[in-house]
């Protein structure tokens, strides 16, 4: 292999890991289809959720005074590869087939952990298959 003129030919072998990640889902919805779409994200297994009222006017072609517009902030972190499965549910479980049905933000989260022990479980964010 040290010969002159010799060719060493080394292969590496790349190992592809998935690694799965994290990812937090908000989603405004329309505050009279919260049972719905709670109903719904039990089905599939999320196990909890945090819920905030919203209150602000709209921004379209009209403006509404913003106690017209009631709204709730539904948060779920879960695994990368149950978001498909969550955004799906709370779509079909919020949509009244109107305009102003509400939106869905799905960002990556780095980190998560608990405040009481400072320990993270992925575990307790994976949706059931």
Known sequence: MDNPG????????????????????EAE?????????????KQIGVSGLTVAEERRAGRGMWSYPTENVKRLILTVVVEDDG????????????????????????????????IGSGMTDPNELAIPA
């Open 29 to 41: 919805v329309r505050k009279e289809m919260f049972p719905q779409v709670d109903f719904a994200l």
């Open 83 to 114: 978001v498909r499965k969550v955004v799906e549910s709370i779509r079909g479980s919020a949509t009244t087939g109107s305009w102003g049905d509400g939106r869905i933000a799905v960002s990556t989260v780095e980190h998560a952990f608990d």
């Open 6 to 25: 010799s060719t060493d030919l080394y292969i590496m072998w790349a190992i592809c890991i998935r690694v799965s990640q994290m990812k937090k889902i």
